[in-house]
């Protein structure tokens, strides 16, 4: 039997940050990843997928401690553009402070996982790939130890757990389970915690390749902060994508005739590539489809990705079993914002750091600190529009731009738009005091039997 100080549960970035980070304090840490093809990737690495990008202030959130390589970057952002049916907001900073020179970055998500796994790998951590977590026992009478069995039946005893499986959690609700009640348990089921996202990489017409924005089409689709949009690649393909509620009755949408990814005859909710279709119809009028071919050497299967986006309500972690839980696993990543590299990356170093030093105890409070004010902005905005129809879309995004001045817009600024933006900015305020010390979380580290 092997036995380690640190094992990671996944090696996306959460978990690959986890374990560059135990490495560097000078435990003896492996990262195990059953490893999943893709067409973009030499070899077996993570089942993760392209994210819209990085935006300015997310690159002080990861507090990586060296620049991210410009072969991992595909296009420099300026702006992103926010579309609603009738109505478009153009947004060129993020109002947040932060040291990147411009308003972000798409990235090469193969590109990006291999970096971070080199990272971990050159700071001694073990990157195991190719064979996945069959079970974990956990033994908590005196120092909490456990004890994984891999799917090639290896057998790895550890002092500290990090879970870094993703928003499905496949291993981390076999460990949680034991320690949680079924009311809190039923918070992390997949298909109500995640939503579901599709992308197809398509090469686009050069003249409507927009090298320095991401787009979103608000008000399109119906479902809670259900979306389609455009990410720029290398020139001149794009990521044309959607994220979506799971399992949503489309005979509980109201209003169904203001959606117009929707059309009469459909009895239930559209296929992603259904929906890409009449994306590219309704955005690109006077084109074909056949102007925006499938590339299909890219992604994970023809040029097409299907894969979960957890929700954005987090959970704290069992540390008292020497259990930390990050990234997607957490729920720290957003379907809100559609990303969370950031929230992954910060997540799985300090669980890394703390395991490493003896010190898991704290890593809530630590997580808390440094993500807090992201975790809580994204679960304010995503409550604040749940049941939103397309005419909200426009109306939010008309007051936004109305107030928006030559430098840029900051939510502060809607008060000042008369009695809608008022009434906004007051239910911001209220619902911001509602998630403070730590109320966003939807499973408190007291809720755990340990």
């Known amino acids: 039997m092997q036995q380690v100080d640190v094992a990671v549960v996944g090696g996306g970035p959460a978990g690959s940050s986890a374990g560059y980070a135990a490495a560097s304090e000078g435990a003896d840490a492996v990262v195990i990843e059953k490893g999943v093809p893709r ?21 002080d959130l990861m507090d990586l401690d060296e620049p991210i390589p410009d072969h ?22 993020t109002g947040i402070d932060a040291t990147y020179p411009n308003f ?3 990235v090469h998500r193969a590109r990006f996982d291999d970096w971070l796994r080199s990272r971990a790998e050159d700071a001694g ?15 908590l009478t005196g120092t909490p130890s456990h004890t994984l069995t891999l799917r090639d039946g290896t057998e790895i005893e550890t002092e500290y757990l990090i879970l870094a499986d993703g928003p499905q959690r496949t291993i981390t609700g076999t460990v949680l389970e ?39 089409w608000w008000g399109y689709m119906p479902g809670h902060t259900a979306y389609p949009w455009v990410f720029p690649n290398d020139e001149p ?10 399992g949503m009755d489309l005979d509980e949408v109201s209003n169904r005739e203001a959606y117009r990814l929707l059309h009469d005859e459909d009895e ?24 925006f071919p499938l590339v299909e050497d890219r992604g994970k299967s023809g040029g097409t990705e299907t894969y979960p986006i957890s929700s954005t309500r987090p959970i704290e972690s069992p540390t008292t079993a020497n259990v930390a839980v990050v990234g997607g696993a957490m729920g720290a990543t957003s379907a809100f914002h559609e990303g969370g590299d950031h929230v992954a990356i910060r997540t799985g170093q300090i669980a890394g750091r703390l395991a490493a030093l003896g010190a898991l105890r704290a890593y809530n409070a630590e997580w808390h600190r440094a993500i807090g004010s992201e975790i809580r902005r994204n679960c304010v905005f995503a409550d604040m529009v749940r049941g939103y129809e397309p005419n909200d879309w426009d109306t939010i995004f008309g007051l936004v731009s109305d107030v928006q001045g030559d430098d840029g817009f900051t939510p502060y600024e809607a008060v000042y738009a008369g009695l809608t933006g008022a009434k906004l900015f007051g239910e911001y305020k209220w619902r911001k ?3 403070r010390n730590g109320g966003y979380a939807q499973v408190r580290e007291d809720d755990y039997t340990v």
């Open 39 to 59: 067409a973009d990737r030499e070899e077996l690495g993570p089942d993760s997928t392209d994210a819209a990008g990085i935006l300015d202030y997310w690159v």
């Open 72 to 93: 991992v970057k595909h296009q420099e952002l300026d702006a992103a553009e926010f579309i609603g049916p009738s109505e478009t907001l153009e947004m060129t900073e």
């Open 104 to 106: 972000g970055f798409t």
């Open 125 to 139: 951590a073990e990157y195991r790939v190719g064979t996945g977590v069959a079970s974990v026992d956990s033994d």
């Open 178 to 216: 034991k320690w949680l009640a079924d009311d809190q348990m039923a918070k992390l089921e997949s298909r109500t915690a995640n939503h579901i996202a599709y992308q197809e990489y398509r090469r686009l017409p050069e003249e409507l390749f927009e090298r320095d924005r991401i787009k979103f």
């Open 237 to 246: 393909v794009a990521r044309v994508g959607l994220t979506m509620p799971i």
């Open 268 to 291: 239930r909710v559209p296929q992603g590539n259904t929906y890409i279709k009449r994306l590219i119809e309704e955005v690109y009028p006077g084109y074909d489809l056949a102007n």
């Open 433 to 435: 005091f509602r998630f």
